[in-house]
């Protein structure tokens, strides 16, 4: 009985996540080892389905970690763009995006742990 109880709230809790179009995928675009080895600063694009716009981000990752959208995310901007990542030191990231409008720019960090981010972005 316990279980039958766990595993109607599991599908419901399904159910729902999909209603709700909670069902997003995420395309890597590029991969960027830092010069150390040790992070990684990937660029994605997620996709939440035909009524939501496409989300750019990038976000930094242990380089032992499989990728993990949801994790230390450093930037965020609505719609697709091309984006360029440099590591000019181990310690030091630098993005540029020329399509990225300020009003597009939801989420943009400028340090994360001792990892220093800069960004080239339109005025």
């Not at 010069?35 to 389905?49: F, S």
């Not at 989300?55 to 242990?62: F, P």
């Not at 400028?110 to 220093?116: N, Q």
Request: hydrophobic fraction near 40%.
């Amino acid at each position: 009985m316990i279980v039958a109880r766990r595993m109607l709230s599991l599908a419901a809790v399904a159910a729902l996540s999909v209603l709700n179009g909670c069902i997003c995928s995420d395309k890597v675009v590029h991969r960027v080892t830092s010069p150390d080895g040790l992070l990684i600063a990937t660029y994605y694009v997620r996709n939440c389905g035909a009524t939501e716009d496409f989300v750019s981000t990038v976000n930094l990752q242990s380089a032992q970690s499989k990728f993990n959208g949801g994790e230390d995310v450093l930037f965020t901007a609505t719609g697709r763009h091309q984006i360029d990542i440099e590591w000019t030191t181990a310690k030091h990231l630098h993005l540029h995006c020329d399509s990225c409008k300020r009003d597009l720019i939801y989420r943009e960090v400028v340090r994360i742990g001792d990892i220093d981010i800069d960004f080239d972005l339109p005025q």
